[in-house]
């Protein structure tokens, strides 16, 4: 879980960056779309049953990773900026987290 609750606030973090560090327009326009989906989707993958969810970080950050290079950001700040958020969100939605409870089951899990 202490994995997607960082991975919420990377989210965010995208979400305010282009304020913080001088965004190309794109760039910021690609934050603001894509923080807010980083953060919902770790959000979402917190819980036990929806763990698995958090593989769809992935792509996503392979995107933020990979916009600096589409979208020809020319300072140096939001290119670093973006290739690290993208790498450690791909990072922390790799890790799994600790399973405790089973969820499923089939049809056989109404009558045990």
Known sequence: MWAQILNILIGIWLMASPAV???PDAGAKSNYIFGPIVATIATIACWEA???LRTTNIPMGLWIMAAPLVLGYQ???PIMNDMACG???IV???FRGEITKSFGGGWKALWD
């Open 21 to 23: 560090i001088e965004y």
């Open 50 to 52: 929806t763990r698995g």
């Open 75 to 77: 300072d140096p700040f």
């Open 87 to 89: 790498s450690v969100i």
């Open 92 to 94: 922390l939605a790799l």
